[in-house]
């Protein structure tokens, strides 16, 4: 199925740096549809009140991180297929492992560039 | 004469006494006694004394070079000066990084915006941006200064604790962590909060792609395949 490149994106990081720097990314390859949050729980509230065709969080937040923002959108049925990719300077094997396990699509490790973000949302939405 | 002695000679005085007829006993035999008796718990607290003034002494001694070693840590220094100003050196690099990347990424995104057609005018404002994200990247330097400023108060504080810590022999205790950090360190433990690695990441991007990669859906079936079911 083709990738809607209109599709609402939501990125959730506690530095806007990090945010502003995803943002220009996702536009260079085409995405300009895109929302923000400053940790895991403004992004879960903003997730019960609109769907996201892509969550694309960090991982180390207050008061929710991304590891725990992900498990809730996993519990949850009304947003638990929504796709998700990690993006964090976390990056022992026992983090990329429970990530995994808990339903995460993908992990990028930061510092990281506009082709391995690239590469990652196409192996997660298909093609684009 | 040694207490022990004493305490001998008062106990063959009192079963001399008692073998006595008491009512025959003369008070010079009781005055004796009770001399002997005053002897011995004099002897005996003059020993105890001793004992307990050389402990004074020793705690005395212990506490006064505790105090000195104490004051070589100079605590009032570090609590006043050198901890507080390693907390502006780098509440200032944050705020300095922040400022350059600011200026970084709006000449960048002014770049990438850039819609002038003509060629020269173009050049010009990219020309211009390039230069400004140059300047911008001085922050590196005053930022590095700040941060071996920090470095150097840390390690000065490290070197005086831990001469302490060797001079008065102390050990690690358990138990004086602060509910809060207790509660922190739980919550790092339950998040895997590691924080970035030393020298870049501790799985390569490459590894984190094969663990995905076994997890891959399996491709889409074309039409002749699906068909190919229903044979």
Redesign the interface.
């Known amino acids: 199925m083709a990738v809607e490149m209109t599709m609402p994106i939501l990125v959730v990081d506690d530095y806007k740096t990090m945010i502003r720097i995803i943002r220009n990314l996702l536009k260079q390859i085409g995405f300009e549809n895109v929302d923000e949050a400053a940790d895991g729980q403004e992004a879960y509230e903003k997730m019960q009140k609109s769907k996201y065709g892509l969550v694309i969080s960090d991982w180390n937040m207050e008061p929710m991180t991304g590891y725990e923002l992900l498990q809730k959108v996993r519990a949850d049925e009304t947003m638990k297929s929504t796709p998700f990719i990690m993006v964090t300077a976390e990056s022992k094997t026992e983090n990329v492992v429970a990530a995994k396990r808990a339903g995460v699509n993908n992990y990028i490790v930061k510092p990281f560039n506009a082709g391995t973000l690239k590469a990652k949302m196409s192996a997660v939405l298909g093609d684009f | 004469m040694p207490a022990a002695n004493v305490a001998a000679q008062v106990r063959t005085s009192l079963a001399s006494l008692k073998a006595s007829d008491l009512q025959d006993a003369q008070i010079m035999e009781v005055l004796k006694l009770a001399h002997q008796l005053t002897d011995t718990m004099k002897l005996f607290f003059s020993s105890l004394d001793q004992s307990i003034c050389q402990e004074f002494n020793y705690i005395a001694d212990y506490i006064s070079r505790t105090r000195d070693e104490i004051a070589a840590l100079r605590p009032n220094d570090i609590k006043t000066s050198r901890i507080p100003s390693a907390g502006v050196e780098l509440e200032a690099v944050v705020g300095d990084t922040?400022k350059a990347?600011e200026t970084i990424?709006s000449a960048?995104?002014a770049v990438?915006c850039e819609e002038s057609t003509d060629y020269d005018e173009y050049r010009a404002n990219v020309e211009a941006r390039m230069m400004t994200i140059i300047e911008a990247c001085s922050f590196q330097d005053l930022a590095g200064q700040r941060v071996s400023k920090v470095v150097n108060s840390l390690r000065h504080v490290e070197s005086r604790v831990a001469r302490f810590a060797d001079v008065m022999g102390v050990r690690d205790a358990d138990g004086y962590e602060s509910d809060a950090e207790k509660a922190e360190k739980a919550r790092n433990e339950k998040?895997?909060?590691?924080?970035?690695?030393i020298g870049g990441?501790?799985?390569?991007?490459d590894?984190?792609d094969a663990?995905?990669a076994d997890?891959?859906p399996a491709p889409d079936l074309d039409q002749s395949s699906i068909d190919s079911l229903f044979d």
């Open positions: 922040e990347t990424m960048a995104e990438l998040n895997l909060l590691n924080g970035p690695a990441p501790e799985t390569s991007q590894d984190i663990m995905f997890a891959a």
